[in-house]
């Protein structure tokens, strides 16, 4: 793995680069006639540039994507594209920007073989520079976007955990039954009685007291779905003495009910919440 003084010279490499190849683009600019192939190469340094301003990712690259930097060759390859582009600016350095049309192709074919090979060095130097910019971004992206699935993945797990505890249910009696719910992180309720169903429910989440006496408050089951209740003479709850007995103190705050829950006929003896039993 690259150390950050391997990491440091490759983005040094980078910086002269880049600046070699922006002087030599400026140069051009300011020139006021150029020949055909001096004009291909502005071209070419042009699309360049525009690549390269898309380095600004690379500043931010710490720990693990320095081994993407330096296996991508990309300061090399910058690095390359600049010593070229200052041959030719070099070349180049010896002509007056004002010269006329006539004197700069005089100029150019004087040094036809030389500006030749400068010019088709620097067009494929550009495509390797580019390659790498692209092959060093896709790395980056990929390693990113692979940091953030384990990420989501880990919240994904914490919140399947929590879902485990905190699951939805939906509670639906008809007919004359009894439901009685328990917290399972509580003692199981002694009551003694076959025709009451006995089903872990969801760990108890705070509500507010209804007393400002803290001793008379006692904290019920959590509903986590909707609870709907048909037919007659239903409980669903916990009848006020097993509340009682299992927090040692007066029952004051009913269930707290997270969903909707609905009756059929709330005044034909159904019973929800924490209740007194006949």
């Known amino acids: 793995m690259s150390g950050p003084q391997d990491i440091a010279a490759i983005l040094g490499l980078i910086e ?14 300011e020139l006021r006639h150029i020949p055909t192939r001096i004009e291909q ?3 070419e340094i042009r699309d360049l540039l525009t690549c390269l301003d898309e380095l600004y990712f690379i500043q931010a690259a710490e720990g693990n ?8 060759g990309l300061g090399n390859a910058i690095d390359a594209c600049g010593k070229a582009c200052n041959e030719l600016h070099a070349l180049l350095s010896t002509w007056d920007p004002l010269q006329s049309r006539f004197s700069a192709k005089l100029r150019y074919f004087l040094d036809k073989e030389a500006f030749d090979y400068l010019v088709e060095d620097i067009a494929s130097r550009k495509q390797t ?3 790498a910019v692209v092959v060093t971004q896709l790395s980056m992206q990929a390693e990113s976007d692979q940091k953030s699935r384990n990420t989501w993945h ?3 797990k914490v919140l399947r955990g929590h879902e485990d505890k905190q699951h939805s249910s939906s509670i639906s009696l008809e007919g004359g039954g009894e439901l009685v719910t328990y917290n399972r992180m509580s003692t199981r309720p002694g009551i003694d009685s076959a025709s009451r169903s006995f089903v ?3 760990t108890p989440l705070p509500v507010e007291k209804e007393s400002s006496d803290p001793s008379d408050a006692t904290q019920g089951q959590v509903f986590g779905g909707d609870v709907k209740v048909g037919g007659s003479s239903n409980e669903v709850g916990m009848p006020a003495s097993v509340a009682e007995m299992m927090a040692g103190k007066k029952a004051q705050t009913i269930q707290h009910f997270k969903k909707t829950v609905t009756t059929s006929d709330g005044s034909n003896g159904n019973k929800i919440g924490i209740f007194h039993s006949k």
Request: glycine share 6%; proline share 3%.
């Open 200 to 202: 872990p429910q969801d």
């Open 16 to 29: 002269l680069g880049f600046r070699s190849i922006s002087t030599l683009y400026q140069f051009i600019q």
């Open 65 to 72: 994507s320095g081994h993407i930097i330096e296996r991508s």
């Open 129 to 131: 520079t580019i390659l």
């Open 41 to 43: 190469v502005k071209v």
């Open 154 to 156: 880990h919240v994904e």
